[in-house]
């Protein structure tokens, strides 16, 4: 391997890994919520059996390493199903399903927080499920899920990292083929951090700016 000082390409290849890990987190990210707003419906309309399956499904996403189930999904899927899964297919698997794993937890969180009285009364008028569930949980579950949502988002652009362990080329693999180029880890790690930190910063303060607006929104204004 020939070793050399930085170059102007280089800041190309940062931002190329950087686009990488903010597409990837979005689409998973996306992906995730839709999921877990699936999975928190049909846990709220109580559809027998399904339930039990869900949660245990959770369960072992929230409780095992991210790193197995992406050598899993990249690895032994394959093998299993004798198909072909690209490392970025691979890691668009696991990372949706790890994120609506925990966004499930929150969604649930959310909507057993809705004053059961407002619920009741709601039925009593003889509003259906899904009215109750668009006109009088919604909102205040958003509110109350907000803030959870904003810290686990910064927490899985974090994860991201993880998939160049199966060659993706995101910011952290273009971080350690700078690093074995340059011989200068310090100033390199560093950069990728500072891009990492700058990222999950303007995450936090959109959350933010969100969460204000939901809860300006939030309070009881009756059916």
Same mark, same amino acid.
């Given at each position: 391997?020939?070793?050399?000082?930085?170059?102007?390409?280089?800041?190309?290849?940062?931002?190329?890994?950087?686009?990488?890990?903010?597409?990837?987190?979005?689409?998973?990210?996306?992906?995730?919520?839709?999921?877990? /707003?699936?999975?928190? !419906?049909?846990?709220?309309?109580?559809?027998?059996?399904?339930?039990?399956?869900?949660?245990?499904?959770?369960?072992?996403? =929230?409780?095992?390493?991210?790193?197995v189930q992406l050598f899993l999904v990249f690895f032994g899927l394959p093998m299993f199903a004798q198909i072909n899964?690209?490392?970025?297919?691979?890691?668009?698997?696991? /990372?949706?399903?790890?994120?609506?794993?925990?966004?499930?937890? #929150?969604?649930?969180?959310?909507?057993?927080?809705?004053?059961?009285?407002?619920?009741?009364?709601?039925?009593?008028?003889?509003?259906?499920? @899904?009215?109750? /569930?668009? =006109?009088?949980?919604?909102? +205040?579950?958003?509110?109350?899920? #907000?803030? +959870?949502?904003v810290g686990l988002a910064v927490n899985q652009l974090q994860v991201t990292s993880l998939v160049s362990a199966i060659?993706?080329?995101?910011? !952290?693999?273009?971080?350690?083929?700078?690093?074995?180029?340059? /011989?200068?880890?310090? #100033?390199? @790690?560093?950069?990728?951090?500072?891009?990492?930190?700058?990222?999950? =910063?303007? #995450?936090?303060?959109?959350?933010?700016?969100?969460?204000?607006?939901?809860?300006?929104?939030?309070?009881?204004?009756?059916?």
């Amino acid at each position: 391997m020939e070793y050399g000082a930085f170059t102007s390409y280089d800041l190309v290849l940062l931002a190329e890994g950087l686009g990488v890990s903010v597409l990837l987190f979005l689409a998973t990210f996306a992906i995730g919520l839709v999921l877990a /707003l699936v999975l928190a !419906t049909i846990r709220f309309y109580r559809v027998p059996l399904v339930v039990p399956v869900i949660t245990m499904i959770t369960e072992l996403l =929230k409780n095992s390493p991210v790193l197995v189930q992406l050598f899993l999904v990249f690895f032994g899927l394959p093998m299993f199903a004798q198909i072909n899964v690209t490392p970025v297919a691979a890691a668009t698997i696991t /990372l949706s399903l790890n994120t609506a794993a925990f966004i499930y937890v #929150i969604a649930v969180a959310a909507i057993d927080a809705t004053g059961r009285e407002q619920i009741e009364t709601a039925r009593v008028f003889g509003l259906s499920n @899904w009215q109750i /569930l668009r =006109k009088i949980v919604a909102t +205040p579950a958003s509110a109350f899920a #907000i803030g +959870p949502l904003v810290g686990l988002a910064v927490n899985q652009l974090q994860v991201t990292s993880l998939v160049s362990a199966i060659g993706v080329i995101d910011l !952290t693999k273009v971080g350690n083929i700078l690093n074995l180029r340059t /011989l200068e880890p310090f #100033i390199v @790690w560093t950069v990728v951090g500072i891009l990492y930190f700058l990222c999950s =910063k303007a #995450i936090a303060r959109l959350g933010g700016r969100l969460e204000t607006r939901l809860r300006a929104h939030s309070a009881w204004k009756g059916l």
